[in-house]
Structures are given as structure tokens and as C-alpha cells.
């Protein structure tokens, strides 16, 4: 059985606006059972004139038919500007895939949101609940979730996205191999999930590692992520060194971010079959 690398690329905006990407957890590695690197940047800021809504910006997604209700049974706060809402899902047949967001629909507000699954669908699978992750903006949803929504605070959801290159069932033949994180922000107190991925690459040394890439970091790093960061942005050094015909590349970030990874790694040689992505933010 052949050792599989799993490349994937994430930009802290689209995991926090409602851009996507899922930012892979435990469950979901366990899943893929093959290696994943993932590439992650924070220079993704797309400019226009007129900012567009949700519901525009991805008329032309696929989404499920299942909408369903949901009780708010968690709220954590992930840094100074991001919540986590963890929500019970009450439709037995909502499920969704690793890299999907959610319409998110608040009674009382007439904006649609739109944010990232930040948990596996084995979590939902096991205990009825996922998990969003939500910056903090002046948008109408996320303002709402950080200044309104409390414990027990009903929504509705619907999943949708469109996933380039997913194969229902890819990497079932592979072998378990190595995952190597590139996660990148603009500073320590905003890699989000950082106890869990550090709490995974003690639980599985030498399977897991990730470097963190900070790029304006203006205090003391914690001696404990100390030997895991950089104060760079992530480079085609980084990238090139795992190009491989077994290795698997997951992207998530703004179109421009995975555009520009997408082209760098054909000019790397990658394959297009071997590179993974959803684009919607």
C-alpha cells in the first residue's frame, strides 16, 4: 500500500469568515489516513468596491436540500477576536463533508451568514454536533454571534460548497504516512486550535508535526510554541521540499491565495489530481 502526503493549504480569514475551509481536526486525520500538509497564509484580503453578500458570492455553489435546526450547546472563545459555537444538530439526515460551510440562518436577522465547520464529520456522526468558527466583524451574523447569541440560542443550517478534486473515499488506499502543517497568522494569539495541535503532534510523534508562520508578531512567543515558529511568511523552500508522486496537497484560503499555490505547485510538478480545494470566500 503506497504512503500518501496530503498537502493542504489555509488562510486564517476564509477558516474564520465563512471561507472554508476546515481547518483539519483529529477525526477527520483519522479519516483521511494519509498524510496532510497543509499550507496556510494570511495575505488573502480580496478588494472591491461593493462587498458582497454571502448568498452572492456563492449563488452558483452546490448546496444540500436538508435545512436544519440548531441549539447553540457551546460557546468558547478561541482567541480575542474568534468564538467557537458548538451546536446540536436536531435533522438526523444533515450531514456534510470535511471542507463544506454552512448558510446560517438567525431568526430576527435578515442577513444570511455563511462560516466554516471548524469540527470532523465524525463529530457530528458520534454526539449530533459540529462546530463554526466566527471572527469577530461588523457583519450582521458574526456580530451577532459575538454580542447576542448565548447558550440554548436556536438557528438554522445548510450546508453547501463545491470541492475541487474531492473523491468520495480518496485515500482509502493509503497507508497512514506523515502530516505536515504549514499554518500561518499574523500573530501566536491568533493560531486558533494551537493546544490541539500541539496536544496531536505529542499523541503522534513523527505522524504529525505543524510550524507555525507568524508574520507581525510583536511580543514574546511562549516557550512552549517557541520550537514550532517561525517568524516568516511560509516560503516555496517549504513547499518544494515535500513534492512528491505519493504526496496530497489540501488548499484553503481566498481564491487569489489558492490560485497562486495552485499554479506554484504545477510549476513544482504537483498534479492536478493530486491537489484538493474549495473556492467560495
Known amino acids: 500500500m503506497a504512503h500518501a502526503t496530503v498537502c493542504v493549504g489555509f488562510t486564517v480569514p476564509q477558516l474564520l469568515r465563512g471561507a472554508s475551509r476546515i481547518f ?12 496532510a500538509f497543509c499550507y496556510c497564509t494570511v495575505n488573502g484580503t480580496i478588494k472591491s ?3 458582497m453578500d454571502h448568498l452572492e458570492r456563492t449563488a452558483n455553489n452546490f448546496r444540500q436540500e436538508v435545512i436544519s435546526q440548531a441549539k447553540v450547546c457551546g460557546i468558547t472563545n478561541e482567541s480575542e477576536t474568534v468564538k467557537r459555537l458548538r451546536l446540536s444538530i436536531a435533522n438526523k439526515d444533515f450531514t456534510f463533508k470535511a471542507g463544506q460551510w454552512v448558510d446560517f440562518f438567525i431568526p430576527g436577522v435578515s442577513v444570511v451568514g455563511g462560516f466554516s465547520i471548524c469540527s470532523s464529520p465524525g463529530l457530528l456522526e458520534r454526539e449530533g454536533v459540529l462546530e463554526l468558527a466566527v471572527k469577530h466583524t461588523a457583519h450582521p451574523p458574526a456580530h451577532w454571534v459575538h454580542t447576542e447569541c448565548t447558550l440554548d440560542s436556536e438557528v438554522a443550517l445548510r450546508v453547501g460548497a463545491d470541492l475541487h478534486g474531492y473523491q468520495e473515499g480518496k485515500g482509502n488506499a493509503y497507508k497512514m504516512g506523515t502530516v505536515k502543517l504549514y499554518y500561518s497568522a499574523k500573530n501566536t494569539s491568533e493560531l486558533l486550535f494551537k493546544k490541539h495541535l500541539l496536544g496531536l503532534m505529542n499523541t503522534f510523534p513523527g505522524k504529525i508535526a505543524c510550524r507555525f508562520h507568524v508574520t507581525r508578531q510583536s511580543s514574546r512567543v511562549c516557550e512552549e510554541l517557541q520550537p514550532h515558529v517561525t517568524e516568516r511568511r511560509i516560503s516555496e523552500k517549504d513547499l518544494e521540499k515535500h513534492v512528491s508522486e505519493d504526496t496530497l496537497w489540501y488548499i484553503c484560503g481566498p481564491p487569489p491565495m489558492i490560485e497562486s499555490v495552485s ?17 467560495w470566500w
Open 24 to 35: 483539519p481536526t483529529h477525526p477527520a486525520l483519522a479519516v483521511l489516513r494519509h498524510s
Open 49 to 51: 468596491k461593493r462587498k
Open 263 to 279: 499554479k506554484l505547485l504545477s510549476n513544482l510538478g504537483v498534479p492536478r489530481d493530486s491537489v484538493f480545494f474549495e473556492k
